[in-house]
């Protein structure tokens, strides 16, 4: 994997695209002709929901949901661009965007200072990166939820740089310079070969195996859009909260600084209601919509409690390093948006943050990211197939991320 080429950048003009979460996975047609992109088909399928998880259930889960997602796609979405320029053509490239826990992503911010001259080149750049990838899937274990043992393979998506400042100064080309003080902010993320290997088999039972797949993890997705649209926003958090997970992206002048994530997402929400109030899942959930008596709300403020430990402990730590902004960016499914919301408002931060006393939190919905992307028909606009989309368009136009 090619260090500088930041993404495998072919010419075709229309894409599917498949979200990969820990609790559902997307999946859109869409299509470039200039100008906006444009959104021609969506779907999502569900996980099956499991009482208690395992890694290997929610692997198995993945798989029976990606599958589902591109035979609907492949029966109901392709049909979609017999009316448009892209009618006759083949969709040759795929793109998949990993989040946690399919990927583990790392951003380091490196700094060198030697007392001669340092002679910047692309193999210095590479064997950089390739010591942060190694030292990545050394600490996989210990970080990954179980799904990266000691003897799984690595396989890299993503060897990014962010920033790059020579001698204090930033610089955009960086290469064949002489430098003194080096400075990188450099982003890493891998998955293991079993579950690469096993995701391109599962689109390749659908579409075949004479297409180009690509890989990307939804925080650098996020993080690259959120840089875009919001270029006044140099300090934020992003959000992701998912079925089984919560990751969270800290970014200081618009270069990510650090990343982490907990194991409570929106399953464990359900899960953790149907336990308290002593019911069925399914019953929890429509609890979690309805919110029909007293005991649902002391039940949805003891698991909202527990959600804000894991956040409070994400928080000081990153704090131990910088002060922490307020501003936070999420995205979670919706009929669980507005109660994070008000957990993400009520969190103190005034001890480690020099602006504000409490985060305030602004969702990623069509609503916000409308003006940016076509929509097709009256299909439903999934929030992540259009952040994804988004990032697809800057790769498309052959601009540096």
């Known amino acids: 994997m090619a260090f500088l080429s930041f993404l495998n950048r ?57 599958e589902k997602s591109a ?17 006759d053509r083949r969709i040759k490239n795929i793109f998949c965007v990993l989040s946690a826990p399919w990927c583990l992503s790392r951003t380091r911010v490196l700094k060198i200072k030697k007392d001669e001259p340092l002679f910047i080149t692309p193999n210095l750049l590479e064997q950089i990166a390739e010591n942060e990838e190694m030292e990545l899937g050394k600490d996989a274990s210990t970080i990954g939820d179980g799904l990266y043992e000691d003897k799984a393979k690595f396989s890299a998506v993503e060897k990014k740089l962010i920033k790059v400042r020579l001698n204090g100064y930033e610089s955009r080309l960086p290469i064949y310079k002489k430098v003194s003080n080096l400075e990188l902010s450099l982003f890493i993320s891998v998955t293991t070969e079993q579950i690469k290997d096993a995701v391109e088999r599962t689109i390749a039972k659908v579409f075949g195996h004479h297409r180009h797949i690509g890989f990307n993890s939804f925080a650098l997705t996020s993080f690259v859009v959120l840089r875009d649209s919001f270029p006044n926003k140099q300090d934020f ?61 002391e039940a949805l403020k003891i698991a909202g409690d527990e959600w804000l430990k894991f956040l409070d402990v994400a928080i000081a730590d990153f704090a131990k390093e910088d002060f922490v902004p307020t501003n936070v960016f999420l995205t979670t499914d919706q009929d669980v948006r507005k109660y994070f919301e008000k957990l993400i408002g009520q969190q103190a931060i005034g001890q480690f943050s020099l602006e504000g006393e409490k985060l305030s939190a602004i969702s990623l919905d069509e609503k916000v990211l409308k003006n940016y992307c076509r929509v097709s028909g009256q299909i439903e606009v999934d929030q992540f197939i259009l952040i994804e989309t988004l990032f697809l368009r800057r ?5 540096r991320l």
């Not at 021609?40 to 949901?65: D, G, H």
């Not at 035979?71 to 009618?87: E, R, V, Y």
Request: aromatic share 8%.
């Open 237 to 297: 958090i992003f959000m992701d909260i998912s079925g089984e997970a919560t990751e969270l992206t800290f970014v200081r002048h618009q270069v990510i600084l650090e990343m982490a994530s907990f194991p409570f997402g929106r399953n464990t929400l359900i899960r953790r209601l149907a336990q308290i109030l002593k019911i069925e899942p399914a019953l929890a959930e429509s609890s979690l919509a309805l919110r029909l008596s007293g005991k649902t709300e």
């Open 10 to 66: 072919k010419t075709e003009q229309s894409y599917l695209l498949f979200d990969i979460g820990s609790g559902s996975v997307g999946g859109g047609v869409v299509t470039f002709s200039g100008g906006k992109p444009k959104i021609v088909y969506t779907n999502r399928e569900q996980f099956l929901f499991e009482r208690a998880i395992s890694q290997k259930k929610l692997l198995a889960n993945m798989l029976r949901a990606l």
């Open 395 to 399: 790769v498309t136009q052959n601009t």
């Open 71 to 87: 035979s609907d796609i492949q029966k109901n979405g392709m049909s979609h661009l017999t009316f448009t320029m892209f009618g």
